[in-house]
Each structure stands twice: as C-alpha cells, then as structure tokens.
C-alpha cells in the first residue's frame, strides 16, 4: 500500500502516504496524477485493494507453504496487523465503483471485514490445512538486519537474495485499514470470511500440486 506502515490503525482513505520502497511511490505517484485529472473534470475512481489472495494467487504460497510442511518461523511477537482481501470480494468492489455515480472521483479502500494478527493468520492457516499451530518464533531485528546484509551481499553478485528486508518487514509493519467509506457510498460487503477464503486458498494450492 501506498500509506506504508500504519502507525494507528486502521487507517482510512485520508490517512498519510508513507510509501517503503520504489513500487508503493510508483502507486502514489499515479493516484496523485489521477485524482489531479479528476479534479479537472475527467471522471474516474482510484480503488486501492488489500492484501489480495485466493485460488489463483501464487503471492501468499510462501506463507502456506511452510505451514503446511511444518517448518514455519515467526519473526517476531506475531502480533503486527495484516488485512486481506478474498478475490470476490474485491471484483465486487471494482465492480460496484463502476456502477455508483458516488464513487466517481473519490478513492475507496478495497478489503475484507477485518483485519487480523500476523499469529492468527499463521494459526488459521494451520487449522485450514490440517497442521499443528507453529510454535517457533525468533526476534524481528536480528533477521531483520541479516536481511539487509543479504540483500546488498547478493546485489554484488548479481544474484537474487533468498532473504530481504522487504519480505521480512511483513512481520513487523502494521497494515490494517477501514473499508467504511465503500460501506457508506459503494454498499460495499464483503462476502467471502477468512477462514472460508484460506480454505478456498489451500484447496486451490493441493490441487495444482503447490503443497
């Protein structure tokens, strides 16, 4: 997201830019010149999705993965905020911001219910899989700078690093967010729970042979 880390969550749509990296400032950079462009008559709708996972998805692979085969690590107390959206649920969202003469102009937060802990993710994950909670856990900051370390030692050599302070960030930056301006305009309602689009997200992954 192009808000970065939320350092009071959740965070709605006025909510400060903080982008962390190149690909969130290309974000804000667009959403800015679009809204200026709206603002001179052209009619549109920025809609900013969350945490978008479900069959087909192949980013979130990385966490079910080492679920499943009983090798997962937290990193850190597991109590950072996430949110995710099932895949449905945000082409409702897409969907509706078309159709609402309301949404014409303004920018909409696109994402589940609620949100949850990186722990009761991990948790979910397991009881969807069939798999024991993992236990393990190790402190953010050593791994944390290991990351970095790795990731300037691979770029020279030119190879890409197994571990990087992008990926590891995951565990610490809080990123929760308020979908109650798509509930007031859109009508938005998200329709897929998490427990249901982890099962969704785990039966798709068995059955392309992923896990």
């Known amino acids: 997201m192009l808000q970065g880390a939320i350092d009071h969550p959740p965070a709605d749509e006025e909510y400060r830019f903080l982008p962390g990296d190149h690909y969130q400032s290309s974000k804000m950079e667009g959403e800015l010149l679009a809204r200026r462009y709206f603002s001179e008559g052209l009619p549109g709708v920025v809609v900013r999705p969350v945490g978008i996972y479900g069959p087909g998805d192949t980013r979130f692979l990385k966490l ?3 679920i499943y085969k009983r090798m997962f690590v937290m990193i850190g107390t597991g109590n950072t905020l996430y949110h995710l959206t099932y895949i449905s649920d945000l082409v409702d969202g897409f969907l509706l911001c078309g159709k609402k003469d309301a949404a014409l102009g303004e920018v909409f ?3 589940g219910e609620t949100y949850t802990t990186i722990r009761e993710l991990v948790h979910l994950i397991a009881d969807v899989l069939g798999k024991p909670r993992p236990a ?3 402190p953010f900051y050593p791994v944390y700078l290991a990351s970095v370390a790795c990731e300037k030692a691979c770029s020279l050599v030119g190879v890409a690093p197994p571990l ?10 809080d990123r929760a967010f308020s979908i109650g301006k798509a509930k007031r305009l859109l009508d938005y309602s998200p329709k897929v729970g998490l427990r249901d689009g982890l099962t969704a997200t785990a039966d798709w992954y068995k059955e392309k042979g992923m896990i």
Do not use: D, L, M
């Open 64 to 66: 079910f993965k080492p």
């Open 109 to 111: 937060t696109i994402a």
């Open 136 to 138: 393990w856990r190790v």
């Open 164 to 173: 990087y302070p992008r990926r590891v960030e995951f565990f610490y930056k």
